[in-house]
């Protein structure tokens, strides 16, 4: 009976510390689902309320359970806010984009973590690939759906969660598949409501100070709290078109280490898909840069730089469909640094 009443007590205590989160904060629970249908090709689906939308019609539709866990997305850090998403993508089937490449730009992570079933959504089968693997604040698990409807537009839908949270929404998530209906392409053009999306990154940039800083950023960005841990400051540079599209201004004391090469040479195997550093000049002062690949629809770029007893580290992530537009902006902002 002791046996029984402290299992019965261990169970209970991970089942309250699933609810309760992490040091990051707690999971936002789903209210309600209400549904969402795209005017330009058709695809509906239920999603939570309470939920924080972004959305460009005919192309794509994705809730995040909060503002916090949009940021976590942008870049898959291994440790952060507990938070889930829900991202559905349209995209067009030709000679070239078939249903097998489309499978296989969506897997941004190893292909052996990848377990492959069929299924059937909108009365057709459907891929469905489930991964799941260890982060610092738990499990993050994931499924991936493709399939379409008529053969010339492929729907891509995902579900994603961090932090041990995923059985609280996989009720939800199985409801919102079942209401799925998957895009297809009009018949003939229609006249519908285009929802207008922000615009990426402004060329026009305007001063931002930090601690013992100033850098020129865009003047459509807004500064939020970044996310990094065990710093004098953590500063976010973020429009508000992507979550994946934003320069981060990190201060950490360095008055224990002056060596910037061997810093830069620890903290690089922490940065997926890294490449080697090169020594160039920021600011006036020695840095360090490397690039690196958080997911397969994201770059990035890492600089260290030192000056006095304060190492800088500025992180710059843009998406890779939209290259042209965020990365010039970037790097003019990042090399106008001045340290003070």
């Excluded at 990848?114 to 604040?137: N, P, Q």
Aim: proline content about 5%; some cysteine.
């Amino acid at each position: 009976m002791k046996v029984l009443k402290y299992f019965l007590l261990v169970c209970l205590s991970i089942f309250i510390l699933s609810r309760c989160g992490n040091k990051h904060g707690k999971p936002v629970e789903i209210e309600d689902l209400k549904e969402y249908k795209d005017e330009a090709v058709g695809f509906s689906l239920k999603y939570p309320s309470n939920w924080v939308v972004t959305k460009l019609t005919g192309v794509r539709f994705a809730a995040f359970s909060s503002n916090n866990a949009k940021l976590r997305f942008a870049r898959y850090d291994t440790e952060g806010f507990p938070g889930a998403k829900i991202d559905l993508n349209v995209v067009k089937i030709d000679s070239v984009v078939t249903l097998d490449s489309i499978i296989k730009v969506n897997k941004t992570f190893q292909p052996d973590l990848y377990k492959f079933d069929e299924v059937m959504i909108d009365g057709v089968k459907a891929s469905r690939f489930r991964y799941s693997f260890e982060l610092e604040d738990g499990e993050f698990v994931g499924e991936l759906y493709v399939a379409t409807k008529d053969g010339k537009l492929a729907t891509v839908l995902f579900f994603e969660a961090f932090a041990n949270t995923w059985d609280m929404y996989k009720d939800k998530f199985n409801e919102i598949v079942s209401s799925l209906k998957l895009a297809v392409e009009p018949a003939a053009p229609t006249a519908v409501t285009i929802n207008v999306e922000e615009p990426p990154a402004s060329a026009n940039l305007v001063p931002k100070s930090g601690p013992g800083y100033v850098i020129m950023v865009p003047d459509n960005f807004n500064l939020t709290k970044g996310i990094a841990r065990n710093v004098i400051s953590s500063q976010n540079y973020i429009g508000k078109r992507r979550a994946d599209c934003n320069i981060q201004v990190d201060v950490i004391d360095a008055s224990q280490s002056k060596n910037l090469k061997k810093i830069v040479e620890e903290n690089r195997p922490t940065y997926k898909n890294s490449g080697e550093p090169r020594s160039i000049n920021l600011g006036g002062v020695e840095a360090y840069v490397f690039p690196y690949q958080p997911t397969g629809q994201v770059k990035g770029r890492v600089y260290f730089a030192l000056k006095g007893d304060r190492l800088y580290r500025i992180t710059m992530n843009w998406f890779v469909g939209e290259e042209k537009d965020y990365l010039p902006v970037f790097e003019k902002s990042v090399n106008s640094i001045k340290f003070e």
